[in-house]
């Protein structure tokens, strides 16, 4: 069953301005864990949240988690151009540490 | 330290024909998981090892496809007979044992397009 679903799909921002992902899950989790990956790379670990959190900031990064309702949010403040690739939420609730991922959101940020 | 590598970083083969896909977690990482992204669709586990042992495999699509993992060190991904709806990115990443093995590090993944 597919843990992850980001919305949107796709985002397209100018520099400097907010970007908010969001992030469902339908099975219970130990942790939710938000990745990025740009073109042609591999994906590489943003944040990792753990179901009894509900907020964590790393830099310009904000994720929220909201396991009443299965959600989480990947709040980017201050974007660049850099910051363009797809972004991915993971969610494990097994002991086997294993993610699952969603189809991802694909930010576009215009210089 | 090195990270996830993973080859090659393309390949294109014709339906029916055999590919393997290699993998080199980083060392000393327990877990490998090896992930496919179809065009357009989720990132899709396939399987996880724990050194060499299969942990789950409940990701597999079916029979054509072969996972191993030699020595607990690098891992193979074979695909025989390979048809068009193989086609995707596959990925590799490799974390930690024990409550280190939350995090994942991931290779650049290799593309594959069966044609």
């Known amino acids: 069953s597919q843990q992850g679903e980001e919305d949107p799909q796709a985002l397209s921002i100018q520099e400097g301005e907010n970007a908010t992902m969001n992030c469902s899950y339908k099975t219970s989790i130990n942790n939710l864990q938000w990745y990025r990956q740009n073109s042609g790379r591999g994906l590489v670990h943003l944040i990792l949240i753990r179901s009894n959190e509900r907020e964590k900031h790393s830099g310009r990064l904000r994720v929220t988690l909201d396991t009443s309702k299965k959600s989480s949010s990947l709040l980017i403040t201050a974007s660049r151009a850099a910051d363009t690739a797809s972004y991915f939420c993971g969610g494990s609730g097994g002991s086997n540490y294993k993610l699952t991922f969603g189809k991802g959101t694909l930010l576009t940020v215009n210089p | 330290e090195a990270g996830v590598t993973q080859f090659p970083s393309h390949s294109v083969i014709e339906k029916g024909q055999t590919v393997t896909l290699r993998c080199d977690p980083i060392?000393?990482?327990?877990?490998l998981y090896w992930y496919r992204r179809v065009m357009g669709k989720e990132i899709k586990f396939l399987l996880h090892?724990?050194?060499?042992?299969?942990?789950?495999e409940s990701g597999m699509p079916n029979n054509r496809f072969l996972a191993e993992r030699t020595g607990g060190t690098y891992s193979t991904l074979k695909v025989q007979p390979a048809e068009l709806e193989d086609s995707g990115v596959y990925f590799c990443a490799s974390s930690q044992g024990g409550t280190a093995s939350r995090v994942y590090t991931f290779g650049s993944g290799t593309r594959l397009t069966v044609v």
């Open positions: 090892f724990v050194k060499e042992s299969k942990q789950d």
């Open positions: 060392s000393g990482h327990d877990n």
